[in-house]
């Protein structure tokens, strides 16, 4: 299984280097990494080309990671029937890493949410609605897409404790607590890439959707 886990987590982080927004970018003449905030996900994209490239942005990045952890199903779920689950979640673990730290663009990538999402999606979809309404609503209520986005990875630690002491997770009972491990490693790295968001949110000064300027 430690080779499995490699391979997942390997395989995932080759999906997360497909960077849609710099490539993109790139196919316009930007480097989307040296406009707005540097950033190369979602959000920047948005700001920085408009809303097409904002939605092809978080479309690419949401199935690169879904492909990545159907790739990983397919490929385990023989051999590994308990354990596929912990090795899909390696697998958006890895495509997550490649999405946020790709090698080929000196590890300055995206803050990894849509990606994220995909993951939640593809591995433990109960959480999904719930994170999409908390999305939605703060997004819709303050403009803030970092306060959506830190209440999306929160909002999924939390339920995947809840259903996994329920029994709803289908994961192995030897693989529950890695699989808590691993899903506060989602939450915990999203909170740190969002750091310097939640610095200005909580002074008051984070930028609102809508509003073109450097986050």
Same mark, same amino acid.
């Given at each position: 299984?430690i080779?499995a886990?490699? /391979?997942?987590l @390997?395989?995932?982080? @080759?999906f997360?280097?497909? #960077?849609?927004?710099? /490539?993109?970018?790139k196919k316009?003449?930007?480097? /989307?990494r040296? #406009?707005? &905030?540097? *950033?190369?996900?979602t959000? *920047?994209?948005?700001?920085?080309l408009?809303?097409?490239?904002?939605?092809v942005?978080?479309?690419?990045d949401l199935f690169k990671?879904i492909?990545a952890v159907?790739m990983?199903?397919?490929?385990?779920k023989?051999?590994?029937?308990?354990?596929?689950?912990i090795?899909e979640? %390696?697998?958006?673990?890895?495509? @997550?890493?490649g999405?946020?730290?790709?090698? %080929?663009?000196?590890f300055?990538?995206?803050?990894g +949410?849509?990606?994220?999402?995909?993951?939640?999606?593809a591995?433990?979809p109960?959480a999904a609605? +719930?994170?999409?309404?908390?999305? +939605?609503?703060?997004?819709?209520?303050?403009? %803030?897409v &970092?306060?959506? &986005?830190?209440?999306v990875?929160?909002?999924?630690?939390?339920?995947?404790?809840?259903f996994? #002491?329920m029994?709803?997770?289908?994961v192995?009972?030897?693989?529950?607590?890695?699989?808590? +491990?691993?899903?506060?490693c989602?939450?915990?790295?999203a909170l740190?890439?969002?750091?310097?968001n /939640?610095?200005?949110?909580? $002074?008051?000064t984070? $930028?609102?959707?809508? @509003?073109?300027?450097e986050?």
């Amino acid at each position: 299984m430690i080779g499995a886990r490699v /391979i997942a987590l @390997v395989l995932g982080y @080759v999906f997360g280097l497909f #960077q849609t927004g710099y /490539i993109y970018g790139k196919k316009h003449g930007v480097d /989307i990494r040296t #406009q707005g &905030s540097g *950033n190369a996900g979602t959000t *920047n994209t948005l700001r920085v080309l408009g809303w097409k490239a904002g939605l092809v942005t978080f479309l690419g990045d949401l199935f690169k990671a879904i492909f990545a952890v159907l790739m990983i199903h397919f490929v385990f779920k023989e051999r590994y029937p308990d354990a596929v689950k912990i090795l899909e979640l %390696y697998a958006g673990l890895g495509a @997550v890493l490649g999405h946020n730290f790709p090698c %080929y663009l000196k590890f300055k990538g995206g803050k990894g +949410i849509a990606c994220t999402s995909g993951v939640i999606l593809a591995v433990c979809p109960l959480a999904a609605p +719930i994170c999409l309404v908390l999305f +939605i609503g703060a997004v819709a209520i303050t403009r %803030y897409v &970092s306060l959506g &986005s830190i209440l999306v990875v929160t909002a999924y630690l939390i339920q995947v404790i809840v259903f996994g #002491q329920m029994g709803y997770l289908n994961v192995g009972e030897a693989y529950l607590m890695e699989f808590y +491990i691993l899903s506060a490693c989602f939450t915990l790295m999203a909170l740190w890439r969002h750091k310097t968001n /939640i610095k200005r949110l909580l $002074n008051g000064t984070e $930028n609102k959707l809508g @509003v073109k300027k450097e986050e």
